[in-house]
């Protein structure tokens, strides 16, 4: 669909072709931009090393391999590069052109930066025919004699430099936008020593055509940024002025973010650590002579990782990987789960999903600092990196429980969900809860045994634990929502459950810090290793021997409270005959009746005194009643007997507020747990 405005024309696209579009573009400026980065990332890597400015060594290392070396003959390039005779100034000169190449690279509009790129094809087409014009000379030296073109045949290699050197000349005027005649007929000068040799131009004197031809291209280009150079001056000052207005404007932290955002900084610190790996895997893998076994990728990718992450900018470059590698993860698992059509997302399902990425980026680049992983060697590194990666793959399949916990309970109670629903939720927990067993095993095989490692591990039993035991309240659900009445020890099965989880918890608490201790007193003992126990027995141990002892006070008081209200006699329901205020069920065959002459049904009722010790239409206070009352059967009162008790009881609670809002307090907490 098109549209005119302004006298332009527009195309009107449709909501996924912009997104595509989007994508596109995004992906082209950050592909870019990719070099500048890169540049960056070599050059700070010489400076810690403290020599080797250029990247000498880990450039050689990448070029080992034969196909590679010998495209282009890069050694030979190499070679040439790094062993001049440059003094300490020239030297640092070269250094910090790379960081002045670099800035280019990150800071140029996109339009100027692909011009920068056609002139560097351009510059590159130019060696290229340079080297056909030696190759030609070459050729000619080797055959000798004189020079007959009497015969198609003949021609063959003459016609065919020429046009190709043609057909360069044609491509860098396209790509440069040249407009003058003589400019693009001089780009074709390489052609002379192809048009000497067939005037009759001695062989022994052809290579003279050629210098001079090379002399000839030289001045072109010496005159070409002689021209251009002051432009390229004048818009380096222009950008510097709009980057000080927009700090000045915004301040230091706005306008660094609106940089970091236009520039898509993690967009091409991912690209560029996703690029040295991929670097480092080749090599790698290219260097090995023999076949490599199964259990040996593990190892290479984890070398490959400890390689790449050798500066802060490589470190961050890590951990927006990690968190945008997380956070698909958590948005594949939320599609699978909800769909894209089923309908709204809950809030907990929302949050986690925005919240997805973050958590695990920042949980490595804090371990990482912590640790002072960057200036290890290889090998340690390697260690310490593959322990903070299985760290932060514990913490992704903690965010995919907490995303797939309240999406299965609310489908246990849903009694419309599809089939799908059901099978696509469940096959989540089955992966979660087998996940964490692979994990655990791959740290043992792989990773020596210390406190970190039993940490994890526990940590991996814990998301496997706790997702089973959400599978058995989910099946529970299932089941009680299918039933004609209310399941009244629905709620005490889901209490034994969830204590039973939380006893399992608490043992693998006791088991870290067992082995904390005998690592302390029988192995290397530092003071991370105990302010890390100190913690994991507060939160772990303590805390949840707390608040599961008042989780059972609570319960057993509500517990208490619910026995000593009387049973509605089935005459009483009959000429009732309404539905349960909290669960709009039809009360049938059991209800409880509560001091202030309110019908619930058992259950119900059990399951708001675990919340509240009130009555849920008028809010009166319902656990002194049950402190006063003893249990006595509803078909043996009669009314008058009701209506004193309930007076009696309403007067009595004016006097104990203090004690119900105390109570209420302690039950939400005891829903916690």
């Known amino acids: 669909m098109e549209t005119l405005e302004n006298g332009r024309r527009q195309i009107m696209l449709s909501p996924a072709a912009k997104v595509l ?33 250029l990247g000498v060594e880990w450039t050689k290392e990448l070029m080992k391999n034969e196909q590679v070396s010998s ?25 910090y052109s790379v960081l002045f190449l670099s800035a280019l690279f990150l800071l ?34 080797e055959s000798g004699g004189e020079i007959v073109l009497d015969d198609f045949v003949k021609l063959e290699r003459h016609g065919f430099h020429f046009l190709a050197q043609v057909m360069i000349g ?69 950008a510097y002025k709009q980057l000080r207005a927009t700090l000045v404007v915004r301040g230091v932290a706005g306008g660094s973010m609106a940089i970091w955002r236009r520039l898509r900084i993690p967009s091409l610190l991912a690209s560029a650590w996703v690029t040295l790996w991929c670097l480092r895997v080749y090599v790698e893998v290219s260097k090995r002579q023999k076949v490599i076994e199964p259990l040996e990728y593990p190892l290479i990718v984890l070398a490959a990782i400890a390689e790449s992450t050798a500066t802060p900018l490589s470190l961050f470059g890590l951990a927006v990987t990690v968190s945008y590698a ?37 949980t490595l680049v804090l371990l990482c600092a912590q640790t002072g992983v960057l200036g290890m060697k290889l090998a340690p590194r390697a260690f310490l990196l593959g322990l903070v990666l299985f760290i932060v793959m514990s913490a992704l399949m903690q965010s995919l429980f907490e995303l797939l916990e309240p999406h299965l309970l609310s489908l246990g109670a ?13 096959i989540l927990a089955t992966i979660l809860f087998a996940g964490p067993f692979g994990m655990a095993y791959a740290i043992a095989r792989f990773l020596p045994l210390d406190l970190w490692c039993v940490i ?24 009680e929502t299918r039933a004609a009445e209310p399941w009244e020890r629905l709620d005490d099965l889901i209490f034994y459950c969830k204590a039973g989880t939380r006893a399992l918890e608490f043992l693998l608490a006791l088991v870290v810090i067992i082995y904390g201790l005998y690592a302390s007193f029988f192995g290397q003992w530092s003071y991370a290793s105990a302010f890390v126990l100190l913690i994991h027995c507060y939160f772990n141990v303590w805390r ?8 059972f006070q609570l319960r057993r008081k509500a517990a208490e409270n619910i026995q000593v209200l009387a049973r509605a006699s089935q005459e009483q329901l009959r000429k009732l005959r309404d539905v349960c205020a909290i669960c709009f069920m039809d009360m049938v065959e059991e209800a409880r009746v509560t001091p202030c002459s309110h019908f619930f049904h058992g259950a119900c009722l059990r399951k708001w005194l675990f919340v509240k010790q009130s009555c849920p239409l008028c809010h009166a206070d319902l656990s002194l009643g049950a402190k006063r009352r003893r249990p006595t059967s509803a078909a043996d009162r009669d009314d008058d007997s009701e209506e004193g008790y309930s007076s009696e009881w309403e007067s009595e609670s004016e006097h104990h507020s203090s004690e119900t809002e105390y109570t209420m307090a302690s039950s939400d907490e005891g829903e916690a747990f």
């Open 21 to 53: 579009v989007s994508f596109v573009q995004r992906a082209f400026e950050t592909a870019l931009r990719l070099p500048g980065l890169i540049l960056l990332e070599l050059w700070w890597r010489a400076r810690m090393q403290g020599d080797d400015v």
């Open 71 to 95: 495209f282009l003959e890069v050694s030979r390039i190499l070679e040439f590069v790094h062993t001049r005779n440059f003094d300490e100034s020239a030297a640092h000169i070269l250094s």
């Open 108 to 141: 140029l509009p996109v339009l100027r930066l692909v011009s920068v790129y056609m002139h560097a094809l351009s510059f590159a087409l130019f060696g290229f025919a340079h080297y056909m014009s030696i190759r030609y000379v070459q050729l000619e030296q």
């Open 170 to 238: 044609l491509t860098i005027s396209c790509l440069l936008r040249i407009q003058s005649d003589l400019a693009r007929a001089s780009l074709a000068i390489f052609c002379a020593p192809i048009v000497a040799r067939m005037c009759g131009f001695p062989v022994d004197r052809l290579m003279v055509a050629h210098n001079f031809a090379t002399s000839g291209i030289m001045l072109a280009i010496c005159f070409y940024l002689l021209n251009t150079g002051p432009a390229l001056l004048l818009w380096i000052r222009r």
């Open 326 to 362: 997380a956070k698909f993860i958590l948005q594949g698992a939320r599609l699978g789960l909800i769909g894209a059509t089923e309908g709204p997302q809950t809030h907990d399902a929302a949050a986690v999903v925005m919240q997805g990425g973050y958590t695990e980026g920042l």
């Open 414 to 426: 849903s009694h419309h969900a599809s089939r799908l629903r059901h099978v696509r939720a469940l």
């Open 456 to 479: 994890i591990v526990s940590n991996c039993l814990l998301t496997s634990l706790q997702t089973l035991s959400t599978v058995i309240v989910y099946t529970l659900f299932l089941i």
């Open 544 to 551: 949840r021997l707390q608040s599961g002892w008042r989780a």
